[in-house]
């Protein structure tokens, strides 16, 4: 099983996340809802591999020395993904977020026309805060999309971990 099968799968199935441990099958949080993926549980070395086949080299040696890592992953035009490699019981586990690759309109996120108005503003400090999953980054990615295509100015942005780039 590549991670690419396993990728389409939760694709197909409109989840948010990926999580994969060894010694478990791939789950797939859906709606909020942890569901197993109907496959076979990865071990160790297969779950090694996958992970392995993710990463750069400068990658592989800053989770040899950190025993952690975040980075973004491709495998298609339309999605890209947020990535978390640690240590979960020993071994490597990875947790996968799901980003859309194309920034969304205002209409596509139905968000309000005072968030263009807000853009629009010479000075400020906006906070856009919420739970997970709540479209926190997606909102500001619409954002900074938008000052950055209207106005020439500069913008700071502070989120952990970033999922866009």
Do not use: W
């Amino acid at each position: 099983m590549t991670i690419d099968e396993i990728i389409n799968e939760a694709l197909k199935l409109n989840a948010s996340d990926v999580h994969i441990q060894a010694g478990k099958p791939p789950y797939f949080r859906i709606y909020g809802e942890l569901t197993v993926m109907e496959a076979p549980p990865l071990d160790k070395v297969a779950l090694t591999e996958l992970i392995m086949g993710m990463m750069s080299p400068d990658q592989k040696e800053l989770l040899k020395t950190c025993k952690e890592l975040d980075f973004s992953y491709r495998s298609s035009k339309e999605y890209q993904f947020r990535v978390n490699v640690c240590l979960s019981e020993g071994t490597l586990a990875i947790n996968i977020r799901i980003t859309a690759a194309n920034i969304k309109t205002l209409e596509q996120l139905t968000l309000p026309r005072v968030v263009n108005d807000l853009c629009m503003k010479r000075k400020g400090l906006i906070i856009i805060s919420g739970t997970a999953g709540s479209g926190k980054t997606t909102t500001l990615t619409y954002m900074v999309d938008y000052i950055n295509r209207e106005r020439k100015f500069k913008v700071i942005t502070i989120e952990d971990p970033i999922e866009y780039h």
